[in-house]
């Protein structure tokens, strides 16, 4: 295989052995065997990858040279809800919910039917909780309290109970 002269030998060697990714090191490793004039083989052999994954790399680094064999971005499906309609949806989950909801607390299911509702996008519950992530939501939310709850109640509520409720100081483990 021809390989032409961006670098010398020495220097794909130490290329080769001080790069951190190992991907790039391996086609580096692979572009040095075949400018020492090792055949296709047996640069095969050393090391583990294909014949035309070897033949790919050294065209492009005859090409690009050492820029030619690192990996290039790769964009990803886009996302369905558009990034200029994530920050309404960040507005109004932090309104919180409202009636049509049916909910006390906005959760993956009630926010997956928003986004259907007023936003037209269908996510999946993965999808759906990797956009909460990107948003700087996380999976932790406080106990829901209903809407027509009265902490006076509640409070008034504990002081004329009985005392069952208060926790044992007995352990039910038995040895």
Known sequence: M???SHHTIEEL????????????????????LASKGLTCPEIMSITASARRTIQQWV?????QGIAGLKDKPRPGTPTKLPRNKEIKLKERIETGPIKADGV????????RRIL??????????????DLLHR??????????????????????????SSRRWIQSNQSILTK
């Open 116 to 129: 259907e509702r007023e936003f037209g996008v269908l996510y999946s519950k993965q999808g759906l909780y």
């Open 104 to 111: 006390s607390v906005l959760n993956g299911p009630a926010i």
């Open 59 to 63: 065209h492009k680094y005859n090409e």
């Open 13 to 32: 060697r130490s290329l080769y052995h001080i790069e951190k990714n190992a991907k790039l090191a391996q086609r580096i490793h692979g572009v040095y």
């Open 135 to 160: 948003l700087g939501y996380s999976c932790l939310c406080p106990r829901p309290q209903h809407e027509n709850s009265n902490p006076q109640l509640q409070a008034d509520f504990k002081k004329t």
């Open 2 to 4: 021809n390989v032409k």
